[in-house]
Nanobody, 123 residues
Framework: QVQLVESGGGSVQAGGSLTLSCAAS?????MTWFRQAPGKEREGVAA????????YYTDSVKGRFTISRDNTKNTVYLQMKSLKPEDTAVYYC???????????????????WGQGTQVTVSS
């Protein structure tokens, strides 16, 4: 069992920056950030595979968000820049060892989830 604890959410104006942190109680191959806006489905935002051997991003955040992992702290970060109102959502950290053939942005294979942290971007 891996426990995940997110932190770093908050409210910013459009164009601002925030960095989210997710501290894990153990190592997993995949650590991924998802988000869910009101009335919308949960979507994969960015994933880290084996401590940034590979990283993945959804198109809408490429060039603005950066995922990274600090193995010494078992923590994954999501650095968010040039934030837009459409980035407003609850952001969740998720982790798993294997995707079982699913793409990284599908929530199904992820066994461990954090409690979520709210990010609000005002225009």
């Amino acid at each position: 069992q891996v426990q995940l604890v997110e932190s770093g959410g908050g409210s910013v104006q459009a164009g601002g920056s925030l960095t989210l942190s997710c501290a894990a109680s153990g190592y997993t191959n995949y650590m991924t950030w998802f988000r869910q806006a009101p009335g919308k489905e949960r979507e994969g935002v960015a994933a880290d595979y084996r401590s940034s051997l590979y990283t993945y991003y959804t198109d809408s955040v490429k060039g603005r968000f950066t995922i990274s992992r600090d193995n010494t702290k078992n923590t994954v970060y999501l650095q968010m820049k040039s934030l837009k109102p459409e980035d407003t959502a609850v952001y969740y950290c998720a982790a798993t060892q294997l995707l079982y053939g699913d793409p990284w942005y599908n929530s199904g294979p992820y066994l461990y989830w954090g409690q979520g942290t709210q990010v609000t971007v005002s225009s």
